[in-house]
C-alpha cells in the first residue's frame, strides 16, 4: 500500500475513511509521480542500464524507445501530476511541489554516494506528509514525522535488499548502494532500519490515539521483518527478490491495522460517551431525589 494512502487513512475521522475524492484524487497522482520518478532514473541511467544484466532490457536502454519520446513522456506525466495537485488545497500544492526536487535528483545520488537508497526514502515516501496536508490543510507533525520516518526506514530495508541483486554489476559500472556499503553486515544494519521502523510507527500510533488492531498489525510486521531478514540470503539474487516482494504483505497490514484501528477507536469514543451519558444520568437522578424531598 502506497505511503499516502496510510497517511490519509490515519487522519480519518474515527469510525470513518477518507473522501474517496481525495482517494482518488491521491491515487491517480502517486501513480503519476512515481511513473515519472521511474521515467526520470531510466533517462538518467540509460547508459547504465544497457550494462547491467537486469536493467539492459529496459526500452530506453535497449533502444526501443528514443530519447525524445522519453522526454515527451515524461513531460505528460508531469503536466497531469500538476492537474491533479492543483485540486487540492495550497498548503498542499506547496508541499507536492517541493517533491519534485528530489524525483529530479534521486537517480543522480548513486553516482556520489553509498546512499542512493535513503535518497529513494526521501522521495517515494513524501505522501507520507502530503496525506494528512491534503484533508486539514496543515501537518500534525508529531504523527507525520514519525510516520515519514518510519516509511523511509522501511524502504532503507526492502530497497537495500533489492540493491544487492545488482551489486556485481554495480561494481563494474562504478554505481553505489547501502548494499556495498553494508557489505556483509547487511543484515544487522537491516535489523537496525526494522527496530526504528517500528518504533516509529508506534509512536505516530501513540500521538494520533491509534487502538489495539493498530498496534497488532506493528507487531505482526515486527515478526514478518525478523523472519525476512533470517530467511534472506544476500548472496542468492533469487532470496532478495523473493524478500523483495513479501515487502507488499507488510505494506497491507499496516493499512488494514490503520482502518480497523479508526474503526475500534470509533466504537471506544462510543462506549465513552454512553459511560458519560449514564454517569451524568445517574449524577441528576440521584440529586432530584433530596430535592423533591426538600420542596414537598
Avoid at 513531460?75 to 517533491?99: D, F, K, M, R, T
Avoid at 556520489?112 to 484533508?135: D, E
Avoid at 490515539?209 to 521483518?225: M, R
Wanted: glycine share 8%.
Amino acid at each position: 500500500m502506497s505511503t499516502w494512502m496510510r497517511s490519509c487513512q490515519i487522519t480519518a475521522a474515527p469510525g470513518c475513511l477518507p473522501d474517496l475524492s481525495i482517494l482518488a484524487l491521491f491515487g491517480t497522482g502517486a501513480v503519476l509521480m512515481r511513473g515519472a520518478g521511474c521515467t526520470i532514473n531510466d533517462l538518467w541511467d540509460k547508459d547504465i542500464d544497457s550494462k547491467v544484466a537486469r536493467t539492459k532490457s529496459r526500452p530506453i536502454a535497449r533502444g526501443d524507445i528514443s530519447t525524445l519520446d522519453a522526454w515527451m513522456f515524461l513531460g505528460g506525466q508531469l503536466s497531469l501530476a500538476l492537474l491533479v495537485l492543483l485540486e487540492l488545497n495550497w498548503h498542499s500544492i506547496v508541499l507536492g511541489a517541493s517533491s519534485l526536487a528530489l524525483v529530479t535528483t534521486y537517480p543522480l545520488v548513486k553516482r556520489v554516494s553509498y546512499w542512493p537508497q535513503l535518497m529513494l526514502g526521501l522521495t517515494f515516501n513524501w505522501g507520507a506528509l502530503l496525506g494528512w496536508s491534503a484533508i486539514h490543510a496543515s501537518c500534525n507533525w508529531p504523527v507525520v514525522l514519525p510516520l515519514y520516518g518510519a516509511c523511509i526506514s522501511w524502504t532503507m530495508i526492502y530497497d537495500t535488499i533489492y540493491a544487492h541483486q545488482d551489486k556485481v554489476d554495480d561494481v563494474l559500472v562504478k554505481i553505489k548502494s547501502t548494499a556495498l556499503k553494508f557489505k556483509e553486515n547487511t543484515k544487522y544494519y537491516l535489523a537496525g532500519f526494522s527496530t526504528s521502523m517500528i518504533a516509529l510507527l508506534l509512536l505516530a500510533g501513540y500521538n494520533c490515539q491509534q487502538t489495539w488492531p493498530f498496534y497488532t498489525s506493528i507487531g505482526i510486521t515486527g515478526a514478518l521483518l525478523v523472519s525476512q531478514i533470517k530467511m534472506l540470503n544476500i548472496d542468492d539474487p533469487q532470496s532478495c527478490w523473493k524478500a523483495f516482494k513479501s515487502n507488499r504483505r507488510i505494506g497491507l497490514i499496516i493499512f488494514l491495522g490503520i482502518v480497523t484501528g479508526n474503526l475500534a477507536k470509533e466504537i471506544k469514543d462510543s462506549k465513552v460517551k454512553k459511560s458519560n451519558i449514564i454517569t451524568s444520568d445517574t449524577i441528576l437522578s440521584g440529586t432530584s431525589l433530596p430535592l423533591r424531598k426538600a420542596f414537598s
